[in-house]
């Protein structure tokens, strides 16, 4: 766990000014840089110590044999797992004739800024080595989003008080030793030493390295360049072999003398590309690196990202921490999404290892919905990745015996990764859930070529899987036996609440856009006695209520499951997954993350005001909390029933999930989904927002510890502006064309003219909730500028 | 497949009169001798050709790691796999200088014949070499009932037309070459040369090896002695290594020369016994089989069957390979118990490596209610060795977080070996399974002893987990959720009628074991208010009925799930496991293998003749048998709602599970539980035969296709007879005090004089049946003797 202050809390940047190796590779996650396509962990950039050394290319991945005691049709045979590539971000550091390296000597001064606005991360330090002599070294590290294969550091070391001979060795290093395999001796073999070596050149500065994998049979190059300028008689010189590529710089500084250098470096990868046309990727990119220089770089990153925030920002008066986590969280988000370009989005992004690098349907539910309304062309980029994994679903729904598309619980590739399948391919919701996304991002852009593209077959393809896993009973009712919802704590059951729901959007919707594109749908060989299938089954969809209770069961028998016994559940036995087996998890009433609670979010027109209440109250009692997915919701939900006070708490455990490393595995990457929540419970909890069928809604209310809340999102080609205060929003029309919207259930036009409405009073709801002992969210302490 | 006929239909014997190398493996299986210590596959005396040598000693086993792609909390890490020991029955002979092998050459004449009443496999061969040497070869080979360390072999060798050079290499051989070892290579490492050599000692004609594993560190003893009966001028030599001790006996032979030799074998294995201990051991048992020699063993065997048969024997007048079928059975059920001695009695007895050597549920509800009224020490025997496992047993229901103890799914040791916990873990009912055999010996032979040592402690032990397993939800009614029945193609289901049921006798079955047993249950800590607990929990329990369709679901909602598309499902994809996944399987009404047709079977008491009829034709329309323990209980259930031809087909199918080789895995050793399912099918379908709280009820009503079924019986401490035909059944009293007996619901007195009743008619049943198309069982075609 990151102690608290670990970070300076400031509007516009994640600061650390003092090293602590003890979460050394959390800060690696949380510093780590990415455009979607490549992804450098924050590693210090003389590479030791670290905590886990991380350069990803997004896709980019080995497989490795998924073992069974007890093998079963169907089971995936292989994983995708996905690899430490070429790091190129290594620069060693000889000081005198000793390495620079922070475990040895004394660290004077110490600082990393990740910048929000300028997109770099800027290091500095000021060492003195074990013999006492003093060196300064500045590093800016971007991976730029607007050069997609190119990465640049800029690097200066500064003698202090003496004349100091230094020796730099920038690097390209291949196979690096990775910290931790996990317990399979297979796997770990396989990714022991995943690339092998097919090329390594060097020439005319230029160094250039081409591994492929040995399983998959990927392919990656990878290059670097160097400015460099020290004093005269600086000698440079270059060596390579298969897994090291190393440029050294030899100098020798006067007091106050520095030497400066520019590192850029490349990244290209392929399946089919020969190493010959790899290898010319790479160096052309370099090529325009240069041209642009480093300056250009910048600068271009710095306007960029102006105008991200222009059409994203969020900002939070009253809590500071709040404010900085979303923007952090809104950063992260871009940088794993930026330039996707039809590979996927995964659940850590490119910042660690965590889960494979696999990719989960957290992304179409949480991380989606954001971009939707912020930066909506990497949604159409992260879905049309999903269409062009189809064949790949399709073959997998024909293997389980279904139509349609099944596609996968996790991967990278496409193929299903999961290895247990109660908590993987049962999961059927993951396909309604792409469904909602791709409904979701049709309705905010009108982006015609997509819908008829990539959005209909997707939509065609899960409204047939649906209709081939659930069945008519005897009465007439339409049941989805058998499936897992998002809550893990329940397993293999019946007519989940949540599953069924978004299986009778992902009907409807698929209706739909067939009668929006007849002639696209024939393509597909829909008829018209398909969708009416799809559109009774939808109509007779059975949704399972507890009239005892009042409540909805989260599938059919939960309520009459036996209670977990919280009572004698100490707080070390959490999360309950790993402290009691399965079994008992799944015949109980406990609950892992929102299942009901996230269907009343997101189709909140299926459940009356009274049922959310008593709901929210039910779950409340029941849910643990031990994914990192649920906090957003339950802020939601907790809003939208009345308990604001409640709602703040989950918004904080959400907005400080990795920087506060709340889960304790931030080591292994930072929680996308999570990141998505602060903004989620923000705008979507207190903002009330709710989106769908050209209706853009708000209903803000605040909790005591925010004073203001403002955010812009895009919606139909406008750019909004919305500010909350406590007795008020204003809603401005930035960009685009005239809007009508609802505030608080009432409709009006927005055009020139900024609109302000009172927000009604929100009296104390009248039902008390709890959650399990122990189990309460941490209170917000709200954290002042400075303090 | 075997293909018929294989083996002679004859009342006494298995004989087979031609070798068929395609069906060599299943051969070894059916001809494979035992005495429950030892087990010797039925390989050629020479070895090689072979399908896959066997030599077993029960409890003996190596450990294997468990590997999952996805681990959980309660996984077990380690499996435990039966090990292929020094193999003692390998006689190599060579004739000139070719070995006598019979893949090539020419085989005039050859016979096996594993006789029933001797206990032995006889073998003759007339062979001629590649070169046109002749010779006639004669083993006999027994591991003897009465001797529980010792096999024989006595082999003889004889030149047919002209003088012939023999040399005959006898040998004990440690870590032999296994011919699969299923598709987990580091399993497969670990299984391939199991035995670390400790000693191998040669002298006075004796020759030791001692082996120990490496992992499970159990320690093996293996020692031979020879007698050979030679014409002047044979030569004898020992040799040893590490993994070979050999002796070689070579002499030249006149025509119609016989050269003949007796070899003892013997075995000991200990966990903790020092390798002295063992050598010594493994000598002494030696020279007691030496005292006795091969006349007293071969007499000695023979008296014991004849013993056995008094007691046990079934006739079926009618059907001669019904007939043998059921003597091979009972053959074959002695043979894996008569020396278990608180070992454990596997799936597969000690007559192949299938299921790992594993003991499973069916022991307890297929294997030992016919023992208890057959051959009762056996059952006395099986259970202790339960109980002796119950420390282990208590570990893992406290691992899984309940009270009592939650025995193994599958185990050789005890530990619970299996690598899937849905089908595992989840199948509870191997508890209360377990203590019905415990009850329902104690109620057979009112062993007192057995009752308050082993009884009462597995009894309120398991007591003790149904309690902690279920719960009494807001009506009170006691429920069990999350379990998995016998079908195992419904998994993690809700009060599964069949677990319900047998709880529910569990629980009070333990209540009624306190109540006799007051001051022993003290010493276990049981209370007036535990107990009360139990028979609460027990009055209340679940037991689900749709009274839409008037018929018992098998758990909870299953009746409302969609119905498996058996249209659509070619007879190439069964069993459906191997072509369908698990959560297909799951979420349909396609029933595995009997279940709540067990349950009825069973817990008679608690269903009502018509609910029977009903139940019976609802689950027959449903029910694959993907399993070798479904057709047996169909039989039963057939007979007693009136399918007699129904249930005839069913006792085929039972009968012939091997000899038949139907379930295409005969291979891997032979189905303990199948055996036991034709005289299950007999006795308790055809003789209508249920017992319980003291009393023995008989219903007999035979099939067309058996003209005459006599059975013997012993229940508490009296031998019955019972000869039924279709008009009348007669009842004697070989042994033991008068006794009650039930006949078609009329109570009668048996003492001194044959009692005869008339069979009521029986109407043919209002219900039709049918099963799933396909799925039928096979006509019986009744075999004529000789025929």
Same mark, same amino acid.
Not at 46 to 58: A, D, F, I, Q
Not at 104 to 120: I, W
Not at 131 to 143: A, I, P, Q
């Given at each position: 766990?990151?102690?608290?202050?670990?970070?300076?809390?400031?509007?516009?940047?994640?600061?650390?000014?003092?090293?602590?190796?003890?979460?050394?590779? +959390?800060?690696?996650?949380?510093?780590?840089?990415?455009?979607?396509?490549?992804?450098?962990?924050?590693?210090?950039?003389?590479?030791?110590?670290?905590?886990?050394?991380?350069?990803?290319?997004?896709?980019?991945?080995?497989?490795?044999?998924?073992?069974?005691?007890?093998?079963?049709?169907?089971?995936?045979?292989?994983?995708?797992?996905?690899?430490?590539?070429?790091?190129?971000?290594?620069?060693?550091?000889?000081?005198?004739?000793?390495?620079?390296?922070?475990?040895?000597?004394?660290?004077?001064?110490?600082?990393?800024?990740?910048?929000?606005?300028?997109?770099?991360? #800027?290091?500095?330090?000021?060492?003195?080595?074990?013999?006492?002599?003093?060196?300064?070294?500045?590093?800016?590290?971007?991976?730029?989003?607007?050069?997609?294969? *190119?990465?640049?550091?800029?690097?200066?070391?500064?003698?202090?008080?003496?004349?100091?001979?230094?020796?730099?060795?920038?690097?390209?290093?291949?196979?690096?030793?990775?910290?931790?395999?996990?317990?399979?001796?297979?796997?770990?073999?396989?990714?022991?030493?995943?690339?092998?070596?097919?090329?390594?050149?060097?020439?005319?500065?230029?160094?250039?390295?081409?591994?492929?994998?040995?399983?998959?049979?990927?392919?990656?190059?990878?290059?670097? %360049?160097?400015?460099?300028?020290?004093?005269?008689?600086?000698?440079?010189?270059?060596?390579?072999?298969?897994?090291?590529?190393?440029?050294?710089?030899?100098?020798?500084?006067?007091?106050?003398?520095?030497?400066?250098?520019?590192?850029?470096?490349?990244?290209?990868?392929?399946?089919?590309?020969?190493?010959?046309?790899?290898?010319? /990727?790479?160096?052309?990119?370099?090529?325009?690196?240069?041209?642009?220089?480093?300056?250009?770089?910048?600068?271009?990153?710095?306007?960029?990202?102006?105008?991200?925030?222009?059409?994203?920002?969020?900002?939070?008066?009253?809590?500071?921490?709040?404010? /900085?986590?979303?923007?952090?969280?809104?950063?992260?988000?871009?940088?794993?999404?930026?330039?996707?370009?039809?590979?996927?989005?995964?659940?850590?992004?490119?910042?660690?290892?965590?889960?494979?690098?696999?990719?989960?349907?957290?992304?179409? *539910?949480?991380?989606?919905?954001? $971009?939707?309304?912020?930066?909506?062309?990497?949604?159409?980029?992260?879905?049309?990745?999903?269409?062009?994994?189809?064949?790949?679903?399709?073959?997998?729904?024909?293997?389980?015996?279904?139509?349609?598309?099944?596609?996968?619980?996790?991967?990278?590739?496409?193929?299903?990764?999961?290895?247990? %399948?109660?908590?993987?391919?049962?999961?059927?919701?993951?396909?309604?859930?792409?469904?909602?996304?791709?409904?979701?991002?049709? @309705?905010?852009?009108? @982006?015609?070529?997509?819908?008829?593209?990539?959005?209909?077959?997707?939509?065609? &393809? #899960?409204?047939?899987?649906?209709?081939?896993?659930?069945?008519?009973?005897?009465?007439?009712?339409?049941?989805?036996?058998?499936?897992?919802?998002?809550?893990?704590?329940?397993?293999?059951?019946?007519?989940?609440?949540?599953?069924?729901?978004?299986?009778?959007?992902?009907?409807?919707?698929?209706?739909?856009?067939?009668?929006?594109?007849?002639?696209?749908?024939?393509?597909?060989?829909?008829?018209?006695? &398909?969708?009416?299938?799809?559109?009774?089954?939808?109509?007779?969809?059975?949704?399972?209520?507890?009239?005892?209770?009042?409540?909805?069961?989260?599938?059919?028998?939960?309520? /009459?499951?036996?209670?977990?016994?919280?009572?004698?559940?100490?707080? &070390?036995?959490?999360?309950?997954?790993?402290?009691?087996?399965?079994?008992?998890?799944?015949?109980?009433?406990?609950?892992?993350?929102?299942?009901?609670? $996230?269907?009343?979010?997101?189709?909140?027109?299926?459940?009356?005001?009274?049922?959310?209440?008593?709901?929210?109250?039910?779950?409340?009692?029941?849910?643990?909390?031990?994914?990192?997915?649920?906090?957003?919701? +339950?802020?939601?939900?907790?809003?939208?029933?009345?308990?604001?006070?409640?709602?703040?708490?989950?918004?904080?455990?959400?907005?400080?999930?990795?920087?506060?490393?709340?889960?304790?595995?931030?080591?292994?990457?930072?929680?996308?989904?999570?990141?998505?929540?602060?903004?989620?419970? $923000?705008?979507?909890?207190?903002?009330?927002?709710?989106?769908?069928?050209?209706?853009?809604?708000?209903?803000?209310?605040?909790?005591?510890?925010?004073?203001?809340?403002?955010?812009?999102?895009?919606?139909?080609?406008?750019?909004?502006?919305?500010?909350?205060?406590?007795?008020?929003?204003?809603?401005?029309?930035?960009?685009?064309? =005239? *809007?009508?919207?609802?505030?608080?259930?009432?409709?009006?036009?927005?055009?020139?003219?900024?609109?302000?409405?009172?927000?009604?009073?929100?009296?104390?709801?009248?039902?008390?909730?709890? /959650?399990?002992?122990?189990?309460?969210?941490?209170?917000?302490?709200?954290?002042? =500028?400075?303090?």
């Amino acid at each position: 766990m990151i102690r608290h202050p670990a970070f300076e809390v400031e509007p516009w940047a994640l600061r650390e000014n003092r090293l602590d190796l003890d979460v050394l590779a +959390q800060t690696e996650s949380v510093f780590a840089l990415s455009n979607g396509h490549i992804g450098l962990r924050g590693n210090l950039d003389e590479g030791e110590p670290h905590g886990e050394p991380g350069t990803y290319l997004n896709g980019f991945y080995e497989l490795r044999p998924l073992p069974y005691a007890e093998g079963g049709y169907g089971y995936p045979e292989s994983g995708q797992t996905v690899v430490n590539v070429t790091n190129g971000k290594l620069i060693r550091l000889m000081v005198g004739d000793e390495p620079f390296d922070l475990r040895y000597g004394t660290l004077h001064q110490h600082e990393r800024v990740l910048d929000l606005r300028a997109g770099t991360l #800027t290091r500095t330090a000021h060492w003195s080595s074990p013999t006492g002599t003093s060196v300064r070294v500045r590093s800016t590290r971007l991976v730029s989003f607007t050069h997609r294969a *190119i990465a640049a550091i800029r690097y200066e070391v500064e003698a202090v008080d003496r004349p100091t001979h230094l020796v730099v060795q920038s690097e390209l290093v291949a196979n690096e030793t990775q910290t931790s395999q996990g317990g399979d001796p297979r796997a770990a073999a396989v990714l022991r030493s995943p690339l092998v070596a097919e090329e390594s050149v060097l020439g005319d500065g230029l160094s250039i390295m081409v591994h492929r994998t040995r399983a998959s049979g990927l392919r990656v190059a990878a290059g670097m %360049w160097h400015e460099i300028d020290g004093p005269d008689g600086t000698l440079t010189e270059a060596q390579g072999s298969d897994d090291v590529s190393r440029v050294t710089v030899a100098t020798r500084l006067a007091p106050g003398g520095t030497l400066r250098m520019v590192k850029f470096f490349s990244y290209g990868w392929s399946r089919r590309r020969s190493r010959p046309a790899l290898h010319d /990727q790479v160096a052309a990119a370099l090529a325009a690196a240069r041209l642009v220089g480093w300056e250009g770089l910048r600068d271009d990153q710095r306007r960029f990202l102006d105008g991200f925030w222009d059409g994203a920002d969020v900002e939070v008066e009253g809590d500071a921490e709040v404010q /900085q986590a979303v923007r952090f969280g809104l950063f992260h988000l871009l940088q794993s999404a930026a330039r996707l370009e039809e590979r996927p989005l995964p659940a850590k992004g490119l910042t660690g290892s965590g889960y494979d690098g696999h990719a989960f349907w957290d992304t179409e *539910i949480f991380v989606l919905p954001v $971009l939707t309304y912020t930066y909506p062309r990497a949604v159409a980029d992260a879905l049309a990745w999903r269409r062009s994994t189809l064949p790949l679903a399709r073959a997998r729904a024909g293997q389980l015996g279904l139509r349609g598309a099944a596609f996968p619980w996790r991967t990278i590739h496409g193929e299903e990764c999961s290895g247990y %399948w109660p908590a993987g391919t049962a999961a059927f919701h993951v396909n309604a859930d792409i469904a909602h996304a791709v409904a979701q991002y049709v @309705d905010a852009t009108q @982006d015609e070529t997509f819908d008829g593209r990539t959005g209909l077959h997707v939509l065609v &393809e #899960t409204a047939r899987l649906w209709l081939a896993l659930g069945h008519h009973d005897a009465a007439g009712r339409f049941r989805i036996d058998g499936v897992t919802g998002p809550d893990e704590y329940t397993a293999v059951a019946d007519n989940n609440v949540y599953t069924n729901l978004m299986a009778q959007r992902n009907l409807r919707e698929a209706a739909e856009a067939v009668a929006r594109h007849p002639a696209l749908a024939a393509a597909l060989d829909v008829t018209t006695e &398909e969708t009416r299938g799809w559109r009774e089954a939808a109509e007779a969809m059975t949704v399972p209520y507890d009239e005892r209770l009042g409540v909805h069961p989260e599938s059919e028998g939960f309520t /009459q499951h036996a209670l977990w016994n919280f009572a004698t559940t100490g707080p &070390e036995r959490y999360p309950l997954l790993l402290h009691f087996p399965y079994f008992d998890l799944y015949r109980r009433q406990v609950v892992k993350q929102a299942d009901v609670v $996230l269907a009343m979010h997101l189709r909140g027109d299926a459940f009356t005001p009274a049922q959310k209440a008593r709901n929210f109250a039910y779950y409340e009692a029941l849910t643990v909390r031990d994914s990192s997915l649920s906090a957003c919701t +339950q802020a939601v939900i907790a809003a939208e029933v009345g308990h604001l006070e409640l709602a703040y708490r989950y918004l904080g455990e959400a907005a400080l999930m990795d920087l506060a490393d709340l889960e304790k595995n931030t080591v292994d990457g930072v929680h996308m989904a999570a990141l998505a929540g602060a903004w989620i419970a $923000l705008v979507a909890g207190f903002g009330g927002m709710r989106a769908g069928g050209g209706r853009m809604c708000f209903a803000p209310a605040l909790p005591a510890g925010i004073t203001r809340l403002a955010f812009r999102l895009r919606y139909r080609g406008s750019l909004l502006s919305v500010s909350a205060t406590r007795e008020a929003t204003a809603y401005r029309l930035l960009q685009g064309p =005239p *809007i009508t919207l609802t505030h608080h259930g009432e409709r009006f036009d927005l055009g020139g003219e900024e609109v302000t409405r009172p927000n009604p009073p929100r009296p104390a709801p009248e039902q008390q909730v709890h /959650q399990p002992p122990g189990r309460e969210p941490r209170p917000r302490r709200p954290h002042e =500028p400075g303090g």
